[in-house]
């Protein structure tokens, strides 16, 4: 049975820095379409960054240069470090695997997230 | 990006009921859609993906069709488990976008 289990969330100042953890397990994480998607209080979902089982990565607008994307193999953990962190940051970041089907992944198991609250 | 525009924003419904929830593609998408759950403090449920695939597990009172840019979620009769948020998602490529979501309230 799949699961995903985030961790390393917290309160964090501006500009601070955080890193996420997303355990596997049911799975091998080097195998998968991984990604994070974040969704701040009272907003829609945004979808933040992807890794793909070659290892290419990719990042949304909102935080590119400032956040990446990896993984531990030994580990079976994704990972997410954060930095130059903002207020509008503030999110519940979860961890998705996405599954290939017709050409394209779609996101079919997904973690309960865990809360990041960046704030003076 | 891609702009999910997802209707209504929320609906009252009774168990039994025949609900339908749409969702329109600021582009065409094939049937890159997925539709998801969520309930309070949970994780995302994968219910429907490819537009109309019942995701396994997943009961045949939910369905979905569509294809480019018009796409739906109906629940045939809704039940007391099924009161809850559903979003639609589109993967035509890496940058997943979403809908705003559709709560689904007793009435």
């Known amino acids: 049975e799949v699961h995903l289990v985030e961790s390393g969330g917290g309160l964090i100042q501006p500009g601070g820095s955080l890193r996420l953890s997303c355990a596997a397990s049911g799975f091998t994480v080097s195998n998968s379409y991984m990604s994070w998607v974040r969704q701040a209080p009272g907003k829609g979902l945004e979808w933040v960054s992807v890794?793909?089982?070659?290892?290419?990565?990719y990042y949304a607008d909102s935080v590119k240069g400032r956040f990446t994307i990896s993984r531990d193999n030994s580990k079976n953990t994704l990972y997410l470090q954060m930095n130059s962190l903002r207020a509008e940051d503030t999110a519940v970041y979860s961890c998705v695997r996405g599954y290939y089907d017709n050409s394209a992944y779609y996101p079919h198991y997904w973690g309960q997230g865990t809360l990041v609250t960046v704030s003076s | 990006d891609i702009q999910m525009t997802q209707s209504p924003s929320s609906l009252s419904a009774s168990v039994g009921d025949r609900v339908t929830i749409t969702c329109r593609a600021s582009?065409?998408?094939?049937?890159?859609l997925a539709w998801f759950q969520q309930k309070p403090g949970k994780a995302p449920k994968s219910l429907i993906y490819a537009a109309s695939s019942l995701q396994s597990g997943v009961p045949s009172k939910f369905s979905g069709s569509g294809s480019g840019t018009d796409f739906t979620l109906t629940i045939s009769s809704l039940q007391p488990e099924d009161f809850a948020t559903y979003y639609c998602?589109?993967?035509?490529?890496?940058?997943?976008?979403f809908g705003q979501g559709t709560k689904v309230e007793f009435k």
């Open positions: 998602q589109q993967y035509d490529n890496y940058r997943w976008t």
């Open positions: 890794i793909y089982t070659g290892g290419s990565t």
């Open positions: 582009q065409g998408i094939s049937n890159h």
